[in-house]
């Protein structure tokens, strides 16, 4: 499976814990983020993830950024594109479950690392539910 991982300043120990544990899974990893606390622009590292999601070069991304809503809503903006900003383990399984979601967002500044390695686990081990929740989906990207 192919993953995509971008990250803005606040992320890079965040995705250097998280690309560790992907690797030893053995999942194939793409990192656009930066891997230093200078301060960067997150629509930099966040276009691309998204653009491998939606063009089929990665079956799921992973974007981190302090609150995990500025990279959220950048990769939002990309078709066929659905990434749920993600705090708990709880709420990446559910954002998977129902709402299909092939990004999560990571917010930095509100989780621990071990708790970022978990909301990945989750979402990538959770499978969308399908039924009732297709239709949902389906009403989601404008046309």
Request: with cysteine.
């Amino acid at each position: 499976m192919k993953i995509s991982i971008g990250n803005d300043h606040a992320g890079p120990e965040y995705k250097k814990a998280i690309v560790e544990w992907l690797t030893a899974k053995g999942y194939e990893v793409t990192n656009y983020g930066t891997d230093t606390d200078a301060s960067v622009d997150y629509p930099d590292f966040g276009h691309p993830v998204a653009n491998d999601v939606s063009e089929g070069k990665a079956d799921f991304g992973i974007v981190i950024c302090g609150s995990g809503n500025g990279i959220a809503m950048t990769v939002n903006k990309h078709p066929k594109v659905r990434a749920g900003l993600c705090w708990t383990k709880e709420i990446a399984y559910l954002t998977r479950l129902h709402n299909d979601a092939n990004i999560v967002s990571i917010p930095a500044r509100f989780t621990s690392i071990h708790q970022a390695v978990e909301i990945v686990e989750t979402f990538l081990n959770t499978a969308f539910e399908g039924g009732r929740h297709q239709n949902r989906v389906n009403k989601i990207a404008c046309s």
